[in-house]
């Protein structure tokens, strides 16, 4: 645990889901473990506006016990609440100091059409072809050096088409998220491919009992993807699952007993999301 870096958790306030704690509660949780970072996520505003406030009191902490700080990042979703693909909501999250960029979920096309719905925001054309807003906020994350978060609200080869043209425009960091979810699910082979195009692959726990966790498929997705392309974190934060802290603690135990070697979990829970985030 100590070191560890979780990149996805969900906390407090939320409009529609009670939360375990505020981001405050949760990250002096993540601090007191022992871990190195956490990176907050709300789809419904920009967690980076709350970081600065939340880093200034955990090192007010850290000093006044003379304890190691953790460092506390957020982000932007894109969804309808900021505008959807709108450019102007990344540039604030970067100007406060926010990191990371997650292409839209709750409010994707896909995911609307996946469950019956309809609308919602397209991150492509009819041609396949990247929107110009798209393509705009692609250009802020490359000159920022910005994180681009590839949610399950996109389906497979809307990913592999966004990693391309990421790739292209010179983005660094991509982490394709929930490859397992079932709305969006890429088969570990597609997980491989989207690996050898540059991009992590984010696994989370959840809590361990979501359809979306498995732990034949996490092994078999570790076997075939590798250690080198793999990051653990947990998505918790949702009243009906483990605390954050708990839930990586526990992923980390499991890893251990399945015979996943010491330096492959490092590099999963330490090593992969520090590359992605400093």
């Known amino acids: 645990m100590e070191g560890s870096i979780d990149i996805h958790i969900h906390p407090g306030p939320d409009?529609?889901?009670?939360?375990?704690?505020?981001?405050?509660?949760?990250?002096?949780?993540?601090?007191?473990?022992?871990?190195?970072?956490?990176?907050?996520?709300s789809h419904f505003f920009p967690s980076a506006a709350y970081v600065p406030i939340i880093q200034k009191l955990i090192n007010k902490m850290s000093r006044e016990q003379n304890k190691k700080t953790i460092d506390v990042f957020g982000g932007v979703?894109?969804?309808?609440?900021?505008?959807?693909?709108?450019?102007?909501?990344?540039?604030?999250?970067?100007r406060v100091g926010g990191k990371v960029v997650w292409t839209p979920n709750q409010d994707a096309a896909?995911?609307?059409?996946?469950?019956?719905?309809?609308g919602g925001i397209e991150v492509l054309d009819d041609k396949d072809n990247v929107l110009p807003a798209m393509m705009e906020i692609l250009k802020l994350i490359a000159e920022g050096d910005l994180v681009l978060g590839l949610t399950g609200g996109q389906n497979t080869k809307e990913r592999f088409i966004l990693i391309d043209k990421a790739k292209?425009?010179?983005?660094?960091?991509?982490?394709?998220?929930?490859?397992?979810?079932?709305?969006s699910k890429m088969t570990i082979p597609q997980m491989k491919i989207a690996a050898d195009k540059g991009a992590f692959i984010g696994l989370y726990c959840y809590d361990f009992s979501s359809p979306e966790f498995s732990w034949d498929e996490f092994m078999e997705a570790y076997d075939i993807v590798g250690a080198d392309k793999i990051i653990c974190a947990t998505d918790a934060g949702a009243f009906y699952g483990l605390h954050p802290a708990v839930a990586m603690k526990r992923f980390i135990n499991n890893m251990l007993m399945r015979?996943?070697?010491?330096?492959?979990?490092?590099?999963m829970v330490k090593t992969n999301p520090r590359a992605l985030l400093y």
């Open 15 to 41: 409009p529609y889901l009670a939360r375990l704690g505020d981001a405050l509660e949760l990250a002096i949780e993540a601090w007191e473990a022992g871990m190195a970072a956490v990176c907050f996520k």
């Open 77 to 94: 979703v894109l969804n309808y609440h900021v505008g959807g693909l709108n450019p102007a909501a990344v540039i604030a999250m970067a």
């Open 110 to 118: 896909h995911r609307r059409k996946r469950l019956g719905n309809t």
């Open 168 to 183: 292209e425009m010179g983005i660094k960091r991509i982490e394709v998220i929930h490859p397992n979810q079932p709305n």
């Open 259 to 267: 015979g996943i070697p010491d330096g492959d979990v490092e590099k």
